[in-house]
């Protein structure tokens, strides 16, 4: 069967197809960019669970297949959780990953180490044509770098150093991060919830 990957952000279809298949799911795994005729979906939802769900179903709705979907951000504490759901868009251009990452960090600088922690937060949803829908949750902990380290991954991952590690995200490899990080954890529990709802 086919299961739509509801998102255009390329980062995350490369950690998602890996993540999956390594889940076992065995389904052939399109992407929103397949689909380039429907338009990109408001995210109008206040949670990550909500703005998943919403881009889960605008897919599955539109092309009549299961869609899965992944809203994510980093939640930073002493920003009191921002840019939380406003990660991708956090300088004011959608998916500027370079400027979301230097504005964060020019906010930060006058906060030292002991309060720079922070954590990624994925949903990841799963939609059927017929409206049913599951959602789950993952985080990854840690604390914030002063400057970028790393060439790996995408977004935040630069100044994320994850608990118990000395490198940031940017710095392990796309194996190590996954078998941590938010993503792998959300969609690994959406793995089996996709395999017993298509078969
Ligand atoms: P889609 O809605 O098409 O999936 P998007 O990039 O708009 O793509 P989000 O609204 O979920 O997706 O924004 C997620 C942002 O959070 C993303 O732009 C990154 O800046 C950040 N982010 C999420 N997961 C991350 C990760 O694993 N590593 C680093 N940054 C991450
Ligand atoms: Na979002």
Redesign the pocket.
């Known amino acids: 069967t086919r299961l739509i990957l ?4 390329t ?2 279809i490369t ?1 998602l197809r890996a993540i999956l298949a390594d889940a076992g799911l065995s389904h052939e795994l399109v992407g ?1 960019d397949a689909y380039p005729e429907i338009p ?2 408001k ?1 109008t939802g206040v949670t ?1 669970a909500e ?2 769900l919403l ?1 889960a179903h605008v897919l599955a709705q539109a092309t009549g297949l299961p869609a899965v ?6 939640c930073v504490e002493v920003l009191g959780g921002a ?1 939380g ?1 406003f ?4 300088a004011g251009r ?2 500027d ?1 370079q400027a ?2 230097d504005l964060l960090l020019a906010q930060l600088s006058d906060i030292d180490d002991p309060h720079r922690a922070a954590y ?3 949903a990841a949803a799963l939609a059927l044509p017929d409206g049913t829908e599951r959602v789950v949750e993952g985080r ?1 902990t840690g604390t914030l770098r002063h400057a970028p380290a790393g060439t790996h ?5 630069p100044i ?1 150093q994850p608990d118990g590690e000395t490198r940031t ?2 710095e392990l490899t796309p194996a190590e ?1 996954n078998a941590i ?3 792998g954890k959300a969609f690994r529990a959406l793995a089996p919830i996709v395999q017993e709802l298509l078969g």
């Open positions: 509801a998102t255009r952000n980062g995350k950690e929103a990109d979906v995210e990550f703005n998943a881009k979907a992944d809203d994510s951000g980093l840019p759901i990660s991708a868009r956090w959608h998916g990953d979301n990452l990624f937060a994925c990854l991954g995408f977004g935040y991952d994320l995200c940017a991060k990080s938010h993503r």
